[in-house]
């Protein structure tokens, strides 16, 4: 299994979204993400438990789906 640390680039195109959106969500809708030192960071496991605790992640109108 792949245990690596994914950069907002990453996640977003991991997500196919926008990176903009994915500093919304760090925000907003608690995406689960860690700060090192000036860059924000994912684990795939995290985020993918995140999704699909939360359903449908685009409820709200501020989505910036590609």
């Known amino acids: 299994m792949e245990d690596r640390w994914l950069s907002v680039e990453e996640?977003?195109?991991y997500l196919g979204i926008n990176q903009d959106t994915v500093y919304k969500w760090i925000t907003r809708k608690q995406l689960p993400a860690h700060k090192v030192g000036r860059l924000?960071?994912?684990r795939r496991e995290e985020v993918d438990a995140w999704v699909r605790h939360n359903d449908n992640p685009d409820t709200n109108?501020?989505?910036d789906v590609q």
């Open 11 to 13: 996640i977003a195109a």
């Open 40 to 42: 924000w960071r994912f």
């Open 61 to 63: 109108s501020d989505s």
